[in-house]
């Protein structure tokens, strides 16, 4: 599955002139307000018009000016799920997603109540909207989308409007959705710890231009192409080994090597990804000794930088790359340069809290 954006627009005093390519999983649309994420979510889901333009989803063309094909709304089998969940308050949750069943054109697809069940709302068939939180509202909107059988789901910053209990809630779901329902996803947003969480592709947006793309620990590794002066890090694919609620810690595995952190309420077997703050990598030349931090991670020094009055040091460390922020005092005192062996020291308390995942979401696979 791929899909291939290639637009121009120019609107007002706003010009846009996007282009990126993106597999499956889940692409993150990411920069700060203003950027033109949301126009391209409406230009891909053909509510709003390029004066250029190409779109192809998995092989079928939905837009090509120059050969004429312009495919309408109704006809582009996308899904989209907004900032506001936007459903029909006097129908039941159960009758709004019956709703999204309507647009599927009799093309097969799961069932509602294996949607029902993928999305946690399975208590929540017979009440009506006011009677619902915002996570339960925006899993019913989430729900909807998928009973029109889409070949692309588009989320337009669906957490923004909710506070951060309702959007720990609900993220499981958008993650279950991305690793099992087989459906590609485009996701709008400006967290870092969002995307850091649910992005296989980034695609950074700047004043309606493309400032970046890549995997998502690529990206987010670069302070420069993160809006608001959020702190670059390291993404690392990890996955659970082992518990220990008397120490408080679980156990992850990874291409970096092994990270205690502080205990996750997931089962063992279950992948994550985890964002490791430069600001919380702690470098020494030598192994060290008699030390508080549980996590050690031997490597070698792959690329320096500096920004201001600090350096920015990338560490090799078994497959993945750390990094580390130091003042350019440490660094030259470190003798550091690329080659150099180091130990990456990070504190299990200091793992970011922010991106670590609540209660597993409950449920099977299901297919789109």
């Known amino acids: 599955m791929t899909i291939d954006v290639d637009v121009t627009l120019h609107r007002d005093t706003f010009s846009l002139e996007v282009t990126f390519t993106a597999g499956a999983g889940l692409t993150a649309l990411f920069g700060r307000s203003g950027s033109g994420k949301t126009t391209v979510i409406d230009l891909i889901a053909g509510l709003?018009?390029?004066?250029?333009?190409?779109?192809?989803?998995?092989?079928?063309?939905?837009?090509?000016?120059?050969?004429?094909?312009?495919?309408?709304?109704?006809?582009?089998?996308?899904?989209?799920?907004?900032?506001?969940?936007?459903?029909?308050?006097?129908?039941?949750?159960?009758?709004?997603?019956?709703?999204?069943?309507?647009?599927?054109?009799?093309?097969?697809?799961?069932?509602?109540?294996?949607?029902?069940?993928?999305?946690?709302?399975?208590?929540?068939?017979?009440?009506?909207?006011?009677?619902?939180?915002?996570?339960?509202?925006?899993?019913?909107?989430?729900?909807?989308?998928?009973?029109?059988?889409?070949?692309?789901?588009?989320?337009?910053?669906?957490?923004?409007?909710?506070?951060?209990?309702?959007?720990?809630?609900?993220?499981?779901?958008?993650?279950?959705?991305?690793?099992?329902?087989?459906?590609?996803?485009?996701?709008?947003?400006?967290?870092?710890?969002?995307?850091?969480?649910?992005?296989?592709?980034?695609?950074?947006?700047?004043?309606?231009?493309?400032?970046?793309?890549?995997?998502?620990?690529a990206v987010l590794r670069r302070s420069d192409l993160i809006p608001d002066g959020a702190e670059a890090g390291s993404v690392l694919a990890m996955t659970v080994t082992a518990h220990d609620p008397d120490a408080g810690?679980?156990?992850?595995?990874?291409?970096?090597?092994?990270?205690?952190v502080p205990l996750l309420a997931l089962p063992t077997g279950r992948r994550l990804n985890l964002r490791l703050p430069a600001r919380d990598v702690l470098l020494a030349t030598e192994a060290p000794r008699s030390l508080s931090a549980r996590n050690v991670l031997p490597g070698r020094v792959a690329g320096l930088r500096e920004e201001?009055?600090?350096?920015?040091?990338?560490?090799?460390?078994?497959?993945?790359?750390?990094?580390?922020?130091?003042?350019?005092?440490s660094a030259r005192d470190l003798d550091l340069a690329v080659g150099r062996s180091v130990h990456a020291i990070v504190k299990s308390v200091a793992l970011d809290a922010g991106l670590a995942p609540g209660l597993s979401a409950p449920g099977g696979r299901i297919e789109i």
């Open 48 to 217: 709003a018009q390029p004066q250029r333009g190409r779109i192809v989803v998995d092989g079928t063309v939905l837009l090509d000016t120059d050969r004429g094909v312009r495919v309408p709304v109704h006809r582009r089998r996308i899904g989209c799920v907004f900032q506001e969940a936007r459903l029909l308050p006097h129908l039941s949750v159960r009758q709004n997603l019956r709703f999204g069943r309507l647009f599927s054109r009799g093309q097969g697809g799961p069932s509602l109540e294996a949607v029902a069940e993928l999305l946690g709302i399975v208590a929540l068939l017979e009440r009506r909207p006011a009677g619902l939180s915002g996570g339960e509202r925006q899993r019913v909107a989430i729900g909807r989308a998928l009973l029109a059988r889409p070949r692309l789901l588009l989320m337009d910053e669906p957490l923004s409007a909710l506070d951060e209990a309702r959007k720990r809630e609900i993220l499981p779901y958008i993650e279950r959705l991305r690793d099992e329902a087989g459906l590609p996803i485009v996701y709008v947003s400006h967290s870092v710890a969002e995307v850091a969480r649910l992005a296989s592709t980034v695609v950074v947006l700047e004043g309606g231009r493309v400032v970046g793309q890549g995997s998502v620990d």
């Open 249 to 260: 810690l679980t156990r992850l595995v990874g291409p970096a090597g092994t990270l205690d």
């Open 308 to 329: 201001g009055a600090a350096c920015l040091v990338e560490v090799a460390c078994g497959e993945a790359i750390l990094l580390a922020r130091l003042t350019r005092g």
